[in-house]
C-alpha cells in the first residue's frame, strides 16, 4: 500500500539559509499534518491544511510557511535558518471524515541538520 | 507543565514479559487516545486508539483509558525483542485535530 512520501530524507544546511521540505500524502487523502520532532523529543504539531486550506496553526516560527497544493501535497519553507531548526520533520496525512476517528499516517520523516 | 506526561524510560524486560506502559494528561477536553509505535529513524506508527473511557484490546496489546483520573495505559503481553522501540502516547480533542505527543518511552525487550 502507498505510503506518505517525504522529501528530502536528510538535509544538511547553514545557519541563515533556506530550506524546502516536500510532503506526498497517500492518495486520496485530503488533510496533511507537519510536526517538528528535536533531538530526544516528543513530536511536535506545527500546521495542517485541509482541503488546500490551513485548517491549524501551532508553534511554528515566523520564518516558516507551509501550503498545500492542488494535488494535495504540501511543502514546508524555511528560512533564516537556526541551528535549533535541527530535527526530524514528519509529515502525517489523512482522509478527514469530520464526526469520527481519522488516522494519521506518519511518513518516514526529513532529517534536517543545520551547521 | 505539559499537556500530556510520559515516562521516557527507558524500560529493560526479558522475553515474555508483560509491559505497562502509561500517560498522564491535563486537558480534560481530549476525547482520543493513541498509542504509536516509533522504531529508530522511522516515523511513528498507530498501534490503537480508543475513543473516551474504556478498554481495547487487539491481540497481546490492550489500551486503558481513565477519564475521570487522566489517565491511560498500554500493556504488552508476552512481549517479544521485536517490540522494542519508543512508544509514543497522543491525544487529541477531536478525530480530525491535531496530535499532543507525550515524551515517549524507550522500550527494549531482551531475549
Known amino acids: 500500500a502507498a505510503g506518505v512520501i517525504q522529501s528530502p530524507r536528510h538535509l544538511i544546511k547553514e545557519k541563515r539559509e533556506t530550506a524546502t521540505l516536500k510532503c506526498y500524502p497517500i492518495?486520496?487523502?485530503?488533510?496533511v499534518y507537519w510536526y517538528q520532532q528535536g533531538p530526544g523529543q516528543d513530536p511536535q504539531f506545527l500546521i495542517s491544511?485541509?482541503?488546500?486550506?490551513?485548517?491549524d496553526k501551532g508553534s511554528i516560527p515566523d520564518r516558516f510557511s507551509a501550503q498545500q497544493f492542488s494535488d494535495y501535497h504540501s511543502e514546508l519553507n524555511m528560512s533564516s535558518l537556526e541551528l535549533g531548526d535541527s530535527a526530524l520533520y514528519f509529515c502525517?496525512?489523512?482522509?478527514?471524515?469530520?464526526?469520527?476517528?481519522?488516522?494519521?499516517?506518519f511518513g518516514p520523516g526529513t532529517r534536517l541538520t543545520v551547521l | 507543565q505539559k499537556e500530556v506526561e510520559q515516562d521516557p524510560g527507558p524500560l529493560s524486560v526479558p522475553e515474555g514479559a508483560i509491559v505497562s506502559l502509561n500517560c498522564t494528561y491535563s486537558?480534560?477536553?481530549?476525547?482520543?487516545f493513541m498509542w504509536y509505535r516509533q522504531y529508530s529513524r522511522k516515523g511513528p506508527e498507530l498501534l490503537m486508539y480508543?475513543?473516551?473511557?474504556g478498554n481495547k484490546e487487539d491481540g497481546r496489546f490492550t489500551a486503558q483509558v481513565d477519564k475521570s483520573s487522566k489517565y491511560i495505559s498500554l500493556f504488552i503481553r508476552d512481549s517479544q525483542p521485536s517490540d522494542s522501540a519508543t512508544y509514543l502516547c497522543?491525544?487529541?480533542?477531536?478525530?480530525?485535530?491535531?496530535?499532543?505527543f507525550g515524551a515517549g518511552t524507550r522500550l527494549a525487550v531482551h531475549p
Open positions: 502525517a496525512s489523512s482522509l478527514n471524515s469530520r464526526g469520527s476517528y481519522n488516522e494519521q499516517f
Open positions: 492518495p486520496r487523502h485530503d488533510t
Open positions: 491544511f485541509y482541503e488546500k486550506m490551513q485548517s
Open positions: 486537558n480534560s477536553a481530549f476525547q482520543y
Open positions: 480508543t475513543y473516551s473511557s
Open positions: 497522543a491525544m487529541s480533542r477531536g478525530g480530525y485535530n491535531k496530535l499532543i
